[in-house]
């Protein structure tokens, strides 16, 4: 019934990674800043870059017949990244609604030692069931790149 855990360097990474954020962070309002902090940074990343390729495309349609060496990006390749930022961006948003309605939730103080508990529990175990399920997503993602020699 139990699968062989995957152990190709995506899948190592994001293990990892989901151990690293539940030892650091091992409550539930710990989680619930985390995420919500996560979400943020990543929409407001998004929106500067979707400001920064529409300056850029309207600078190109100006300066139509200067082509600068620094100038390496494209009207085409401006105009997807748009579409497909603007897209992640509303996405973001749905989910930032859906955060807000977590941020309501509150939990006592024993509940909070319980997460601490179950925090321990879980997250050096390398087959945590969870941790598979969710890792699912990122492992199916055949064109995600090899970062296992950046830093
Ligand atoms: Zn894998």
Redesign the pocket.
Known sequence: MTEEP?Q?S??QRFYKEHDRLIREFPTFKQQQELNWASIQSFRTLCSKVIDELQRNLSENQTKENTISEENHLSDIEINEALDELENVNAYLFSIEALMERILDIKVSKNIELKFKEVSKEIAPDPLNVDRLILNRLF?QTPDMPDKKNSN
Do not use: L, P, T
């Open positions: 995957c190709c995506d899948c492992h």
